[in-house]
């Protein structure tokens, strides 16, 4: 079985500044994803950014990045610009590849951002 | 953009009362999963849907839960008697392949009372 480790239970940044968010996780499959999903206090689930293990480059989307090392099985999520409405808490997620069928996320316990003035 | 809705977002219930949460995936997608998360805990999958069968589900996903598409666009999930401890927030997901991405809907936070 998967699992997903968040160990940073809260963490904040100020407007303006970068921020990097942890996330490892243990797996014995060689192929698989990796999410970031953040949830504002709307309590929606919105994606922001995806990994494919295959790929060595990290993934960007805008102002958010990722560090993937798959041999540490560590995948952090770097937040550059903060601002004001990224202030959610964030999970990591991880799927499986390869199962032939839909496959499920599996989600660690998350991380609440606070971004302030 | 193309989005998963839910219905309603707000239910209250009587503990042994059944309720049934809805989804409307987005149109061109073809498996369809369903979450919970417990107020203050990290995101539970209960169970995958695809070709109109269970692909996957939890143990949490017991005798008292049951999914259906009865028609072309909506994915029900059915909690038979619901307990105090199925208060939570529940979530739909659709995505259109085997290693797509999912995308959520807004949520349904049920209240058992």
């Known amino acids: 079985a998967q699992t997903v480790t968040q160990s940073q239970p809260e963490m904040s940044v100020q407007e303006a500044e970068t921020v990097t968010l942890s996330c490892t996780y243990d797996t014995s499959e060689n192929n698989y994803y990796l999410f970031w999903y953040k949830q504002p206090p709307s309590r929606q689930m919105i994606l922001v950014i995806r990994?494919?293990?295959?790929?060595?480059q990290n993934a960007t989307e805008n102002r958010f990045s990722v560090n993937f090392q798959k041999a540490a099985k560590s995948f952090s999520l770097k937040i550059s610009d903060s601002q004001l409405g990224d202030t959610a808490m964030y999970f990591c997620a991880f799927m499986r590849s390869n199962t032939g069928t839909a496959s499920k996320l599996t989600f660690g316990t998350g991380t609440r951002l606070q971004v302030t003035l | 953009e193309p989005e998963v809705t839910q219905t309603p977002s707000h239910q209250v219930t009587q503990m042994g009362q059944e309720v049934i949460l809805r989804c409307v995936p987005i149109?061109?997608?073809?498996?369809f999963y369903w979450y919970r998360q417990i107020l203050g805990q990290k995101v539970e999958f209960l169970v995958s849907?695809?070709?109109?069968?269970?692909?996957?589900k939890s143990e949490i996903f017991d005798d008292q839960f049951s999914v259906e598409r009865p028609d072309g666009s909506n994915f029900t999930l059915k909690i038979r008697s619901t307990k105090l401890e199925d208060s939570a927030m529940y979530f739909c997901a659709s995505c259109a392949g085997v290693e797509e991405t999912q995308y959520f809907g807004p949520g349904t936070r049920l209240l058992v009372l």
């Open positions: 849907f695809y070709n109109n069968e269970i692909s996957e």
């Open positions: 990994q494919e293990a295959y790929k060595q």
């Open positions: 149109s061109n997608h073809l498996y």
